[in-house]
Antibody, heavy 127, light 111 residues
Framework: EVQLVESGGGLVQPGGSLRLSCAAS????????MHWVRQVPGKGLVWVSR????????SYADSVRGRFTISRDNAKNTLYLQMNSLRAEDTAVYYC????????????????????WGQGTLVTVSS | QSVLTQPPSVSGAPGQRVTISCTGS?????????VHWYQQLPGTAPKLLIY???NRPSGVPDRFSGSKSGTSASLAITGLQAEDEADYYC???????????FGGGTKLTVL
């Protein structure tokens, strides 16, 4: 059974840092791209960042680029999100998610979708 | 404001059929990127409901179906049940943003 368990959330002051972890089990972690998605309580889902299977390629939403860093340790089956220069608007539940892909009708473009999600960890940025 | 637009809420009586729309633009759905749907029950993480516009993962009842046309997509739920009461999100990829995008979510109320 695929399991994703986030940890590391908590209360942090504006300008502070926090590192989230996502422990993966039940599948070959090193074969999959992974993402972070966040959700302000009571609001919608927002994509944050993604990393490819060997960690050599990453991308970020504009709102976090330059402040957040996604990484992974395939030997430890763990995904990370280092969050620096935190702002009140970063307050949210952070989910890690595994993606699976298929090729679209053209046969050339890989289409990724979130097939498994963790339970989330709450990050609160407040003084 | 979300890149993909969904109605904030829909409702229906048990047994009825409801649809949830997801409207995008020429840089996401209209560019040919597929749409996926997720169900989020109260207090839980999202769960994959439909992938690749129309495909159901194993375990998802055939009461749920998806479609896509032009710059929009839709999720249809037939034979509404109380357990379907949840938030539903559409998701695609946006080439202008070079990132994955979600709709704002639709709260389904079973009357």
């Amino acid at each position: 059974e695929v399991q994703l368990v986030e940890s590391g959330g908590g209360l942090v002051q504006p300008g502070g840092s926090l590192r989230l972890s996502c422990a993966a089990s039940g599948f070959t972690f090193s074969n999959y791209w992974m993402h972070w998605v966040r959700q302000v309580p009571g609001k919608g889902l927002v994509w944050v960042s993604r990393i490819n299977s060997d960690g050599s390629s990453t991308s970020y939403a504009d709102s976090v680029r330059g402040r957040f860093t996604i990484s992974r340790d395939n030997a430890k089956n763990t995904l990370y999100l280092q969050m620096n220069s935190l702002r009140a608007e970063d307050t949210a539940v952070y989910y890690c998610a595994r993606v699976t892909y298929y090729y679209d009708s053209s046969g050339y473009t890989a289409v990724y979708y979130f097939d498994h999600w963790g339970q989330g960890t709450l990050v609160t940025v407040s003084s | 404001q979300s890149v993909l637009t969904q109605p904030p809420s829909v409702s229906g009586a048990p047994g009825q059929r409801v649809t949830i729309s997801c409207t995008g633009s020429s840089s996401n759905i209209g560019a040919g990127y597929d749409v996926h749907w997720y169900q989020q029950l109260p207090g839980t993480a999202p769960k994959l409901l439909i992938y690749g516009n129309t495909n159901r993962p194993s375990g998802v009842p055939d009461r749920f179906s998806g479609s896509k046309s032009g710059t929009s997509a839709s999720l249809a739920i037939t034979g509404l049940q109380a357990e379907d009461e949840a938030d539903y999100y559409c998701q695609s990829y946006d080439s202008s943003l070079s990132g994955w995008v979600f709709g704002g979510g639709t709260k389904l109320t079973v009357l």
